[in-house]
């Protein structure tokens, strides 16, 4: 009996082996691709159309848009002399195959109109291979004079539902400009476009101020100015430019201040008889206490999107490092522990990493880990490289770059969290200390 | 072993068990008893008159002489001196404070005993020492202390008078000494000792109270001197501490301010230095750009007089060249009078030749391509059947489902090669854009199903998302969105997937399953 069920198993596996590739040949093919290729897509803009008294408004939306989506480093346009089509209104059907011929993955058609004071700029978005729209149709409208943000927002809109990344081309960033000779530098805050242009001043340049810092509505701005001859930090409303100094003793030294989340409370270090440590204050009230207390020199608070943790940097190790505690303060948590010195910590708007500057023998570097310490990664590499901000969607760093030499200058700069795509800002003159403000309404 | 071994065994076990429980254990149990504390008391003693004293008061006798005569008078206990440094003495109660006076009792007189034999005063003493003189009655200046209400009865002494000490006779001192008989003890004696020792009891306990007073004082006084100087170290100790601090942190402040200013000093000569080096650089690149600006204009010269030349040399050839072909041209006029003649005659007869010869050239052609087309024909006419074949084939499969294995696998054909398989994959991994994503969707696996058309071209409308490991749904539906532009894109230009067309049914139904864990190519 047991050689009778051994034989009629074996058989019966032997007649499974048989029939497998017919079983498999009845499903599909299946096949697994896991390298691919990392380049710029192609899109193509198709001229914009004049639905009324757009005159050069037309060709500078469509230019910006553009510019925004090439200098992501994600896209790269193909120039108008090589479009096939021509679509004749906004309305107008789309011939795919004109565009798949000129190999346009992405295509964007749009229209200006200018009435009432008000510039109106509408668009759509194609999947050209697909063969039909990607989302629906947007319109933005804004005054004359803020014609930029309305073409800025459809440019957030195509970068968001090609990439999937959060938008952020209507943003504003605070710096300080800089001129005047070395020995006698003169300085003064400013905000401009993310791209730098729009660039207006806050305050003249007879005192020193360093570090602006928005608030998380970019309605006010946190710095530090040395007009009592002292580093104070100073706040101020960017629609009135009131300013206020934040409460501080005599004799002690305050330095990088930063809104929480929320906007309610301020962190900022305090140097206090020889000591630095970190601080809390109330906004509103003024109230302070510190966070921390150690012998050691504290600074460059930064919060989390939630407002529940503090990333900063200590020399309590020996060597300045990265450290996170709970926003009530408390016991801290090292981060970092590669060879140089960590500094000015910065938590990302997606929560996910922490921006840093790291300097390692002579040289300088801005990068970003998670924020547990791991996977940290170098994006950049000079002479001197401090001071990153992030934009709002977590996906891009700017930072200031100093050139060495007697002619070096600091220099904004901005790269992508995977490292590529690194470019300067378009803006005359020296400039440092970079703060990415929130995205616009 | 035996009973008896047994039985000794035992009772040895336990008798050794039970000396070394009582080791282990019995310290425990039978501790010694403290023993009750020696109470001491003060007795007082007291001196032969006050004892006779004391017994004729309760009895109402004569001194008992017998005793007096045998023993010698005990010497009055020392004063008491108060030392220093010893413990404390408990002060005995004021005898005074709860004085009472105890009533006299009522006197009843008894009737008087048989002295007579005391009274010989000749009997002998057995004393071999000279009697003490009596002790004299205390002068009159002491009767004032003794206090007027006597607190011993002493009724049976106001009666008897002290009579006068009789005179001892002298004698040697080997005879039996003949100790006269004792005077009776004067009126008020008792009193005024008792009186007295109670003053020196008094007195000894008040100096004892100054002297421990004396004592606590000095010794609080000490205590204060000490805390004095304890709170004075302690004030002094942090005083240093404090000074010690503020020189430190006024030499950090120091020290940083001296390193400011030395970098300031710095920084200011580097941009002197600076400043030096771009005046410099300026004023040799102006040199460079003067100089540079002459050898280009010394150039630019040399080039108009090298083209000057070659331009005259240029039109003198030319000039000659003109001469000659004109001479040719004359020349060969002539001879092509001559020629031609001949020619027309030749070319008269090729003419035909050629007519000939092309008519025979088309109709080769023509023949070579009615061959082509049909031997293109056959081909198509052969694939068109094989595809026929091949659908019919898998409709086949699709309606007779769990057939016999052996029949199945004759109908599909051989599988796909390794190599086909790798063809059909590069061709969509060229143009699977994993750049332009976001992080999260760069990172998302996606699994796109699709069907395709016989001629390698992807039915748009059968592409799918089956499945994918992003950490949101936005993640996935870009991945997805990347991967069926590659499908489609790569498909376009290329005018269909290239895979075997008598594989169809192996190759009509796909899924691909993008995963970016590779390496992707930047470009």
Redesign the interface.
């Known amino acids: 009996m047991l050689r009778r069920l051994f034989l009629t198993s074996a058989l019966a596996l032997a007649g499974l082996g048989l029939a497998a590739p017919v079983l498999a040949q009845d499903g599909p093919l299946r096949i697994e691709i896991t390298d691919g290729v990392i380049e710029p897509m192609p899109f193509a803009i198709a001229k914009f159309h004049d639905e009324g008294g757009a005159g050069e408004y037309l060709s500078q939306v469509q230019n910006l848009i553009a510019a925004d989506l090439t200098g992501t480093g994600l896209f790269r346009e193909i120039p108008a002399s090589a479009h096939i089509a021509r679509p004749e209104g906004f309305e107008s059907p789309v011939s795919y195959e004109d565009w798949k011929a000129i190999n346009a993955q992405a295509l964007i058609t749009g229209a200006v109109r200018v009435e009432g004071g008000k510039v109106i700029v509408k668009f759509r978005l194609f999947d050209v291979f697909a063969g039909q729209p990607l989302g629906d149709g947007m319109q933005f409208d804004a005054s004359t004079g803020n014609w930029r943000r309305a073409a800025h927002k459809a440019a957030d809109q195509v970068y968001a539902r090609l990439t999937g990344e959060g938008p952020y081309f209507d943003s504003r960033v605070a710096f300080v400009q800089e001129s005047g000779p070395k020995d006698a530098r003169r300085k003064r805050i400013g905000i401009m476009d993310y791209d730098g242009a729009n660039v207006k001043f806050l305050t003249d340049d007879s005192t020193l101020v360093l570090k602006p810092r928005y608030a998380p509505d970019g309605s006010r701005l946190l710095y530090t100015s040395y007009a009592s001859g002292f580093p104070q930090a100073m706040l101020m409303d960017v629609n009135s430019l009131g300013v206020r100094a934040l409460g501080g003793e005599q004799g002690t030294m305050s330095f990088s201040p930063r809104f929480s989340p929320d906007g309610r409370w301020i962190v900022y270090s305090l140097e206090k008889g020889g000591n630095t440590d970190i601080y809390q204050m109330d906004a509103a009230s003024g109230a302070q206490r510190a966070l921390t207390n150690s012998p050691s020199i504290e600074t460059s608070p930064s919060f989390s999107p939630d407002g529940s943790q503090i990333v900063f940097e200590s020399d309590r190790s020996g060597v300045p490092q990265l450290y996170i505690m709970s926003a009530n303060g408390g016991e801290a948590k090292r981060i970092s522990f590669g060879e140089g010195r960590y500094g000015t910590p910065v938590w990302s708007p997606r929560g996910d990493m922490i921006a840093f500057t790291r300097q390692v023998g002579s040289k300088f570097h801005i990068g970003v880990m998670r924020t547990d310490g791991s996977e940290e990664k170098m994006l950049t590499e000079s002479f001197l490289d401090e001071g990153p901000s992030w934009a709002p969607n977590g996906r891009v760093v700017m930072f200031t770059r100093v050139t060495p030499g007697g002619n070096g200058e600091p220099r904004l700069h901005s790269v992508d969290i995977t490292g590529r795509n690194m470019r300067p800002v378009k803006l005359n003159g020296a400039a440092s200390d970079p703060d990415w403000g929130p995205l616009l309404p | 072993m035996d009973r008896a071994d047994r039985i000794g065994y035992w009772v040895s076990g336990v008798a050794h068990a039970g000396l070394l429980g009582f080791a282990v254990v019995g310290g425990a149990l039978f501790r010694p008893q403290p023993l009750e504390a020696i109470r001491m008391a003060e007795v007082s003693t007291m001196s032969e008159a006050e004892f006779q004293a004391l017994a004729s008061a309760a009895e109402g006798r004569a001194p008992v002489t017998g005793i007096a005569e045998t023993t010698p008078a005990q010497p009055r206990p020392p004063a008491e001196e108060v030392v220093a440094g010893a413990p404390e003495a408990q002060s005995p109660p004021d005898p005074q404070a709860n004085a009472a006076e105890l009533s006299r009792p009522a006197g009843r007189p008894e009737a008087q005993p048989d002295l007579s034999d005391f009274e010989d005063q000749s009997r002998p003493v057995a004393v071999a020492t000279l009697a003490p003189q009596p002790n004299q009655p205390p002068p009159a200046d002491d009767a004032a202390v003794v206090p007027a209400s006597a607190s011993r009865p002493n009724p049976s002494r106001e009666a008897a008078t002290p009579a006068e000490p009789a005179p001892v006779p002298q004698q040697s001192e080997a005879a039996a000494i003949n100790a006269p008989r004792p005077r009776g003890r004067p009126e008020g004696l008792a009193e005024a000792v008792q009186a007295r020792r109670e003053a020196a009891e008094a007195a000894r306990q008040r100096e004892l109270t100054l002297a421990r007073e004396a004592e606590e004082a000095a010794a609080s006084e000490a205590a204060a001197e000490r805390r004095a100087e304890e709170a004075a170290k302690r004030q002094a100790e942090q005083r240093a501490r404090e000074e010690r601090r503020e020189t430190?942190?006024r030499e950090?402040?120091e020290s940083a301010r001296k390193a400011q200013e030395a970098q300031e000093r710095a920084?200011?000569q580097?941009?002197?230095?600076?400043?030096k080096?771009?005046a410099a650089a300026a004023e040799a690149a102006e040199e460079r750009a003067r100089e540079e600006r002459a050898a280009e204009r010394r150039e630019a010269e040399k080039k108009a007089a090298a083209e000057k030349a070659a331009a005259e040399k240029a039109a003198a050839q030319k000039a000659a060249k003109a001469a000659a072909e004109k001479a040719e041209a004359e020349k060969r006029a002539a001879k092509a009078k001559a020629r031609e003649e001949a020619e027309e005659k030749a070319a008269a007869k090729a003419a035909e030749e050629k007519r000939a010869a092309e008519k025979k050239a088309a109709a080769e052609a023509a023949a070579k391509a009615k061959a082509k087309e049909a031997a293109e024909a056959e081909r198509k006419a052969a694939e068109a059947a094989a595809k026929k074949a091949a659908l019919a084939e898998a409709k086949k499969?699709q309606q007779g489902?769990g057939g016999s294995?052996?029949g199945?696998?004759a109908a599909?054909g051989p599988?796909?090669s390794q190599g086909e398989?790798d063809g059909?994959?590069v061709a969509?991994?060229?143009?699977?854009?994993?750049?332009?994503?976001?992080?999260?969707?760069s990172r998302t696996k996606v699994s796109v199903?699709f069907s395709m058309s016989p001629d390698g071209m992807p039915e748009?409308g059968s592409l799918r998302m089956i499945g994918h490991n992003g950490a949101t749904e936005?993640?996935g539906?870009?991945a997805y969105?990347a991967a069926?532009?590659?499908i489609?894109?790569c498909a376009?230009?290329s005018g269909g997937y290239k895979l075997p067309a008598e594989k169809y049914n192996?190759?009509k139904?796909?899924?691909?399953?993008?995963?970016?864990?590779?390496?992707?190519?930047?470009?």
């Open positions: 430190e942190r950090e402040a920084r200011r580097a941009s002197a230095e600076a400043a080096a771009e499969e489902s294995g052996g199945g696998a599909s599988p796909l398989k059909f994959r969509v991994e060229a143009c699977w854009n994993r750049g332009s994503l976001s992080t999260e969707a199903s748009s936005a993640a539906k870009q969105e069926r532009r590659a489609l894109m376009s230009r192996r190759w139904d796909i899924v691909i399953d993008f995963n970016p864990s590779g390496n992707a190519t930047i470009k």
